[in-house]
């Protein structure tokens, strides 16, 4: 059984209509980069949870977590509604393996997100441990139109500390925008246009490939890496190049 604790609201980010950010306080034990909590409100007498990942690095105090409105959900538009102060319960320890320790040694580590899955990474690349052992990092953030895109100036802070390591790369599915990708990330990825739009190349020699999200997005680009690129899932008793985790 979970163990849960109390936390306390420190501020709610409004990113547009349906996409949010929810900061928290709350004593929790440490977590790994990569992992996630579950939150929990109780309404109507029934505790309501779901999981949701950690954007923050560990040691930060300020909890936070990247949130869709889901219109007939139970939580996330009450959580959407919470003011500073307000209490929300969260698991004491975190959860998941979408870890950098489960990511064998590579080049080039490429890092795939739709939506509010690109949270894991940055609380990866926040955080920075254990990535000198890649020479390239390349972080790809998949959203519907560039309004979505809400940790871009984080992602470009990031790319500066990480002083020409880190490549940045934005995809919008359902407009055309200077400076990203139009069009969904297997599509891109299959036609070679990823690739070229970063400069490096994924193959099963030189990379690693860690998918978060939409689940069918994760299904459509492990199926092209298996197929055009000779990829495979990666397992601790039979090492491979690709790590995933579905986002819902």
Known sequence: MAEWVS??????????????????????DNFTAGQFAKLALE??????????????????PELEF?????PEGKLSPQLRELKPGSEVMITKEAAGFFVLEEVPNCDTLWMLATGTAIGPYLSILQ??????????LVLVHAARYVQDLNYLPLMQQL????????????????????????????ILLESGQLETAVGLTIDAE????MLCGNPQMVRDTQH????????RKHLRRKPGH????HYW
Do not use: C
């Not at 936390?7 to 929790?28: E, M």
């Not at 955080?127 to 390239?136: A, I, P, S, V, W």
């Open 7 to 28: 936390g306390k609201v420190v501020r709610v980010q409004h990113w547009t209509d349906r996409l949010f950010s929810i900061i928290v306080n709350a004593p929790i």
């Open 43 to 60: 309404i109507d007498g029934e505790r309501i949870q779901r999981a949701y990942s950690y954007v923050n690095a560990p040691g930060n």
């Open 66 to 70: 990247y949130l869709v409105t889901v």
């Open 127 to 136: 955080e920075g441990k254990d990535l000198e052992r890649f020479n390239n």
């Open 159 to 186: 790319q500066q500390r990480y002083n020409g390591k880190l490549h940045i790369q934005t995809v919008v599915s359902r407009e055309a925008v200077g400076g990203s990708l139009t069009g969904r990330i297997p």
């Open 206 to 209: 030189t990379s690693h490939v």
């Open 224 to 231: 092209t890496l298996k197929e055009h690129r000779q990829m």
């Open 242 to 245: 690709i790590t995933s985790e």
